[in-house]
């Protein structure tokens, strides 16, 4: 990886990362080859993701080509599996990294009928505090369609745990994209 400095600060994507790995975090869809794809905390829309690298880095600038392709196809492939799995209309796309400085890809599957003011606006405009927290018994049909659909395109690696197996109560509670 280039630019990498040597000191990162712990984010919550550092934190999510972590979680992912030990089997902590229920969120979790799959792991994939540049990282971890997982439900978004609040679900605005139906099937709204994640892809976090693994290991972290700050940006997509700190990978290299290599890694920074693999990360990219990653996403698009986690954005062809939600498309599928959800009949979303269409998926957006979205990496900022300002409120938190880590690489983490927002994958968001737009519907046709969401209500008007939404459809063509940007997602931020949600109210995402009024949003259903994600609950894994609610979206287990859809993590284990995408958990298969990934799987069928070969992008996922092993898992050495379920996702949330080693969870305490209170897992997806906490701050998080």
Do not use: C
């Not at 902590?24 to 976090?52: C, N």
């Not at 606006?121 to 287990?140: C, G, I, S, V």
């Not at 992008?155 to 197996?165: E, I, S």
Request: glycine residues 8%.
């Amino acid at each position: 990886m280039k630019n990498e400095s040597a000191i990162e600060p712990e984010t919550e994507i550092h934190r999510l990362v972590a979680a992912a790995r030990d089997g902590r975090e229920p969120r979790v869809i799959a792991r994939l080859y540049s990282g971890w794809a997982l439900f978004g905390q609040r679900q605005f829309v139906r099937g709204y993701a994640l892809l976090l690298p693994d290991p972290v880095v700050p940006t997509l600038n700190s990978l290299g080509a290599q890694e920074r392709a693999a990360y990219m196809a990653d996403v698009s492939r986690l954005g062809d599996a939600v498309l599928k799995l959800t009949g979303a209309a269409r998926i957006n796309y979205a990496i900022f990294g300002n409120q938190e400085p880590a690489l983490h890809t927002h994958v968001i599957p737009r519907y046709a009928d969401e209500p008007e003011k939404y459809r063509t606006a940007h997602p931020w405009t949600y109210n995402w505090e009024a949003a259903p927290l994600f609950d894994r018994t609610t979206y287990k049909d859809l993590a284990e369609g995408l958990l298969r659909e990934l799987s069928r395109m070969g992008v996922t690696k092993h898992m050495r745990f379920m996702p949330g197996a080693n969870a305490g109560p209170s897992s997806s509670k906490g701050p998080a994209p």
